[in-house]
């Protein structure tokens, strides 16, 4: 009952969330991640975003997703997991990323879709660009994406 | 023998290109693979780089075989 | 931009947790609990639940949620929470509660939206009634609601 | 001076009542409602029981005053 797609539509919510409801499940958590338009500095000082663009590798963007499902599947006591993560250009408030996990107990559900979308933003190979305001910039994730893969 | 390399985001806006074929030497690694593009496009040298092989983390030593995909990568920033 | 509702309709999910997306916010985190079918015993047997009816002392019901919505946006970063629960007869796989947290990162979102639930089931008046083949009965919790209120 | 007592779910069962009125006496607690309660509602006994005053949670000794609501019921189990 698992699934991942990448989609350059606006995704439907309730579709990733409510998309397979299992029998022997009493709780699904989703993250929903979207596009803010406003963002605070460390220094105090908001940034405005007028739109962003995300870009995929996507065949092995899918792969990486089947994996981390796999691994999530195996680390917690979970059901089903669905995720979709948009392509292309978004505006202010569509989502970027819904992951949704269902389980028998909301605990697990809670931790394993936490780690999906932390494990997410480290290892599928998709970028993010901002347009703000006189400007744009790819955003560059903060770790390698693996130990023995290949920061410079 | 040869090999494709593909960009994405700031990879392919830094050289400007999304994919490009090399002839290689019999035997390069990943690493070597890697080095080469470093110097024949000199914009990807502000990035901290990272590289799939055929769709998979590999590390630098692995070997890359006749007929292979490289992606040349910045930090992902997915999610 | 906080609500708290009860309904005895079945809960338009999407409703809850996309009814407001603040522009300082890039994660909502939603939890989805719903009638479980099947529910393994510790001791390895399942029961098979019929459907479930909720009870709530309404007025004294919406107060808690308020508090706990107040407490938990002064304790975590977050922006926005909706809450709704269910009340009457619910059926297999339909929603009992739905909580939505919005916060400008998703770690705060998931933080208070698990502790949203944990409290919500400790403090706010409302009762299960399972119906199983054979037989039914209303569910009680395990903790007194207040370290000061009354445990006999 | 008097108090209308709230049962509900496991409590209503039991009673089998959803509402009872009493009369109390002047500076009657809480505590001494429910032990009355108790009482008069011997099915109430194999449960634990809490107690809310006027829609609040409260310690058993606070005073009763007329008028007031209270509300017993079992440990709750919503979510």
């Known amino acids: 009952m698992d699934f991942y797609e990448l989609s350059t539509e606006v995704i439907d919510f309730a579709s990733v969330s409510r998309r397979f409801v299992p029998a022997v499940c009493g709780a699904t958590v989703t993250l929903d991640g979207y ?118 | 023998m040869g090999c494709t390399v593909l960009f994405f985001g700031a990879t392919a806006d830094a050289t400007e290109k999304r994919q490009i074929d090399l002839d290689l030497e019999a035997g390069s690694t990943v690493g070597q693979v890697l080095e080469n593009v470093r110097h024949s496009h000199s914009g990807l040298n502000e990035h901290k780089l990272l590289v799939a092989l055929n769709e998979e983390y590999v590390s630098l030593d692995t070997p890359v075989q006749n007929g292979d995909t490289l992606a040349v990568f910045t930090a992902v920033s997915g999610g």
């Open chain 1, 35 to 152: 596009a803010r338009k406003f963002t605070k500095e460390k220094d105090g000082t908001v940034r405005e975003t007028e739109y962003l663009v995300y870009e995929a590798y996507e065949p092995m963007a899918l792969k990486e997703m089947a994996k981390l499902i796999e691994r999530a599947k195996t680390e917690f006591e979970i059901s089903a997991v669905g995720i979709i993560h948009r392509l292309g250009r978004l505006e202010i408030g569509e989502s970027s990323v819904i992951i949704s996990v269902a389980a028998p107990h909301r605990k697990a559900a809670f931790a394993a879709c936490e780690w999906l979308i932390t494990e997410l933003k480290r290892t599928v190979p998709i970028w993010k660009k901002e347009i703000y305001a006189g400007g744009e910039s790819w955003v560059e994730g903060e770790a390698p994406a693996r130990p023995n893969s290949l920061p410079e």
